[in-house]
């Protein structure tokens, strides 16, 4: 969950607080978001790109947090 630090602020605006039961989901969908280069446990230069993108670009930021809330739900 490390890697998650780039991505608080979209789950804090989603309105997601990271439980032990959703963990592994949201997990899943920030993963497929920034594709399948990034590995499970280490943080790369995927994160910071994706992270960056989010920041950027607002419709971006929807898709993920749409992604993030239906996983959760």
């Not at 989603?14 to 590995?39: C, L, S």
Request: hydrophobic share 40%; charged share 35%; aromatic share 8%.
């Amino acid at each position: 969950m490390g890697c998650w630090r780039w991505f608080g602020s979209v789950l804090k605006e989603a309105g997601i607080t990271v439980t032990p039961q959703n963990r592994a989901k949201i997990d899943r969908v920030i993963h497929e978001y920034i594709g399948a280069k990034a590995e499970y446990e280490h943080c790369s230069a995927d994160w910071t790109k994706a992270s960056k993108k989010v920041k950027m670009d607002e419709n971006e930021k929807k898709k993920l947090m749409k992604a993030l809330k239906s996983a959760v739900v």
